[in-house]
């Protein structure tokens, strides 16, 4: 019996797998999530494994045939070393994930295929969300982290070791501080952690300021808290969530400045409850960005939500395939 090919695409997020089976032509047809549970090393990859197994069942019994998988992993995919680094993940430390998941495939001719998040989630925003048609494209990702996926002519820029993108290191305002070594100068305020951060810093440092985040353990303070405080116009709140803004537009003049891209696209938890200040962050940028590329730009944000990593790996299981695969 002739079967219909199709594809698996996973995401490999800090707290959960989301894995789905795709039909050639797009669709999504089956999807599955497991959390992580505390899960580390090799009993990731199991997991991963697990789930892709249970997905190929689920394929036999629609009579399709699972011809490529395509993964996003939540770090730093080196395609020259075929190794993968995921701080989030405890024990992934540059390990190879790419022939580790190969040991779980009984047909070895099944194509796996690996990509850092922040490019897979331009990647299924130029599938199937707001970066259809476009060769020049930037997903800003800000959650616990901020990364870009960049693509560019096409094709997505990675860099020589993978590192490509890893925007939280830029450096938008001296003098240094050893506080940025971890994650950089962006990401420290700018980020879903950063801004926890940052509130935490104005709290220690202005004692003697009364604010609505007291009422929140300072080890316990997120995000969430921030733009809550936020709407009540909170003064701690206020000020790092203005420093916030200028620093996503800091950033997106400096990608825009350098890509030169057709869309931006802002992503990940953040946005979410920041998508309120797309208008004042390109206020921000057109300040500091080439004059010309930022007046270009159409900046949106997800269309995809938490979805956009695992349509990017499903997407990137399909570019695997030749037109022999799709004809079959």
Same mark, same amino acid.
């Given at each position: 019996?002739?079967?219909?090919?199709?594809?698996?695409g996973i995401d490999i997020?800090?707290t959960?797998?989301?894995a789905a089976?795709?039909h050639?032509?797009g +669709?999504?047809l089956h999807?599955e999530v497991?959390?992580l549970?505390?899960r580390?090393?090799?009993?990731?990859?199991?997991?991963?494994?697990?789930?892709?197994?249970?997905?190929?069942?689920?394929?036999?019994g629609?009579?399709y045939?699972v011809?490529?998988i395509?993964?996003c992993?939540?770090?730093?995919?080196?395609?020259?070393?075929?190794?993968?680094w995921?701080?989030n993940? @405890?024990d992934w430390?540059?390990?190879?994930?790419? +022939?580790?998941?190969k040991?779980y495939?009984?047909d070895?001719?099944i194509h796996? %295929?690996?990509?850092?998040d922040r490019s =897979?989630?331009?990647?299924?925003e130029?599938?199937?969300?707001c970066?259809?048609? =476009?060769a020049?494209?930037?997903f800003?990702?800000v959650?616990t982290?901020i990364g870009?996926?960049?693509?560019?002519?096409?094709?997505?820029?990675?860099?020589? *070791?993978?590192?490509a993108?890893?925007?939280g290191w830029?450096?938008l305002?001296?003098?240094y501080?050893?506080k940025?070594?971890?994650w950089g100068?962006?990401?420290h305020?700018?980020s879903?952690?950063?801004?926890a951060?940052g509130? %935490?810093?104005?709290?220690?440092?202005?004692r003697?300021?009364?604010?609505?985040?007291?009422? %929140?353990?300072?080890?316990?303070?997120?995000a969430?808290?921030v733009?809550?405080a936020?709407?009540?116009?909170d003064?701690?709140? %206020?000020?790092v969530?203005?420093?916030?803004i200028?620093?996503?537009?800091?950033?997106?003049?400096n990608?825009?400045?350098l890509?030169?891209?057709?869309?931006v696209?802002?992503?990940?938890?953040?946005?979410? @409850?920041a +998508?309120?200040f797309?208008?004042r962050?390109?206020e921000?940028a057109?300040?500091w960005?080439?004059?010309?590329?930022i007046?270009?730009i159409?900046?949106?944000?997800?269309?995809?939500?938490?979805n956009? *990593?695992?349509?990017?790996?499903g997407?990137?299981?399909l570019t695997?395939?030749?037109?022999?695969?799709?004809?079959e």
């Amino acid at each position: 019996m002739k079967r219909t090919p199709t594809v698996i695409g996973i995401d490999i997020g800090g707290t959960k797998i989301s894995a789905a089976l795709f039909h050639h032509h797009g +669709d999504l047809l089956h999807k599955e999530v497991q959390p992580l549970a505390r899960r580390k090393g090799e009993e990731v990859i199991a997991l991963i494994g697990t789930m892709m197994q249970s997905l190929m069942d689920h394929a036999e019994g629609w009579t399709y045939k699972v011809v490529a998988i395509g993964a996003c992993v939540p770090g730093i995919y080196d395609a020259i070393k075929k190794t993968v680094w995921a701080p989030n993940i @405890p024990d992934w430390n540059h390990i190879p994930l790419q +022939d580790e998941l190969k040991k779980y495939l009984d047909d070895q001719s099944i194509h796996i %295929v690996l990509e850092s998040d922040r490019s =897979c989630y331009i990647l299924g925003e130029v599938w199937k969300g707001c970066a259809k048609d =476009c060769a020049d494209a930037i997903f800003i990702a800000v959650g616990t982290g901020i990364g870009a996926g960049i693509l560019s002519g096409g094709r997505i820029i990675n860099g020589s *070791g993978g590192v490509a993108g890893a925007i939280g290191w830029m450096a938008l305002e001296p003098p240094y501080d050893e506080k940025y070594d971890a994650w950089g100068n962006l990401e420290h305020y700018a980020s879903g952690d950063g801004i926890a951060r940052g509130a %935490v810093e104005l709290l220690e440092k202005n004692r003697t300021v009364t604010s609505l985040l007291d009422a %929140v353990p300072t080890d316990q303070i997120t995000a969430h808290h921030v733009f809550d405080a936020y709407e009540k116009q909170d003064s701690v709140a %206020v000020e790092v969530i203005e420093k916030a803004i200028g620093y996503w537009g800091m950033a997106l003049a400096n990608l825009v400045s350098l890509f030169n891209p057709r869309k931006v696209i802002f992503g990940g938890g953040v946005f979410g @409850p920041a +998508d309120q200040f797309l208008d004042r962050i390109l206020e921000e940028a057109k300040q500091w960005a080439q004059p010309l590329s930022i007046e270009e730009i159409q900046l949106e944000t997800s269309a995809l939500g938490g979805n956009a *990593g695992l349509i990017g790996a499903g997407y990137l299981a399909l570019t695997t395939l030749n037109d022999q695969v799709h004809d079959e």
